[in-house]
């Protein structure tokens, strides 16, 4: 057991996907695989059951996650104790307001480590040396690096009567109260349909969003991500896909600051690799 594999066991606890693990650790997918197979082994126990849309902790994952998690702070704050003071870059990043949690601390997480850069962060709408946003926030002289896209979907109370359906119609939400948020791309699953909305609150964020319908207030369409692993909300598919592509942007007029050339360049790289299986598969599917 090394502090590797309880990093890529930690990444897998909060991603609950091995893709999205890898990608958030910059690995290959099957050292992910690997190190959890090995950790596995020298506990002696199963810490994860893999289905159709990813993995789910075991009781013994839920309790080993506890242990791991203090070994790796207390790894990184000794690591950090004799390291000597040097200069440090201000890199300022601008985030969008509706990125959700877990990818938020996986993200950030790269850049906060190292020892020779001040984080500042900002709204998507100032300046800053890069931004994190949607592919629909890009402006005409910004180069975009994707990162991830997800679909949005219907966060309702668990015990609202929509739930029963698996997946909901604009029509469906006619007349019920609904969460609005700022700064979102909801319209275009509103806009193919001449129903009427009924405006319960406007929410700031997406946690605020999410807390409003947890009390029952109304029901919002959301990001995947924002919804997921939240046990307060009931999710549900929505009859349009609509789907977002959140990547970093930065001015194609400037060059990058040296303190992201590095962290850019780890994205392009880990977006590339299922690209490349892509085409394979379209020629199987072909022939």
Not at 114 to 133: E, M, Y
């Amino acid at each position: 057991m090394d502090i590797r594999e309880l990093r890529y066991f930690a990444a897998v606890y909060r991603e609950r996907n091995l893709t999205a693990a890898a990608r958030a650790c910059f690995v290959s997918q099957p050292s992910i695989s690997t190190a959890i197979t090995h950790l596995e082994a020298e506990l002696g126990t199963t810490l994860f059951i893999r289905h159709k849309k990813g993995v789910a902790p075991t009781a013994s994952a839920e309790q080993f996650h506890a242990l791991a998690r203090r070994i790796i702070d207390e790894a990184d704050a000794a690591r950090s104790l004799f390291r000597k003071p040097n200069t440090k870059t201000t890199v300022t990043l601008g985030l969008m307001r509706t990125l959700d949690i877990p990818r938020t601390i996986a993200l950030l997480k790269p850049l906060t480590a190292r020892t020779d850069i001040a984080l500042r962060l900002v709204g998507s709408d100032k300046r800053a040396d890069a931004r994190i946003i949607s592919k629909s926030m890009l402006r005409a002289d910004e180069h975009f690096v994707a990162l991830w896209s997800e679909r949005y979907v219907a966060a309702l109370p668990p015990s609202h009567p929509l739930t029963l359906k698996e997946k909901l119609r604009a029509a469906d939400l006619a007349g019920v109260p609904l969460i609005d948020r700022c700064h979102c791309e909801q319209s275009e699953f509103f806009g193919r349909s001449s129903q009427r909305r009924q405006t319960a609150a406007i929410a700031q964020s997406e946690d605020w969003a999410m807390a409003l319908v947890a009390a029952g207030v109304g029901i919002a369409i959301v990001p995947e991500g924002v919804a997921r692993g939240n046990p307060d909300v009931a999710v549900r598919a929505i009859e349009v896909k609509v789907k977002r592509e959140v990547g970093l942007a930065y001015r194609a007029s400037e060059p990058l600051a040296d303190a992201l050339k590095e962290f850019v360049g780890k994205l392009q790289k880990q977006r590339r690799k299922p690209d490349r299986t892509g085409p394979r598969r379209n020629k199987r599917r072909k022939s």
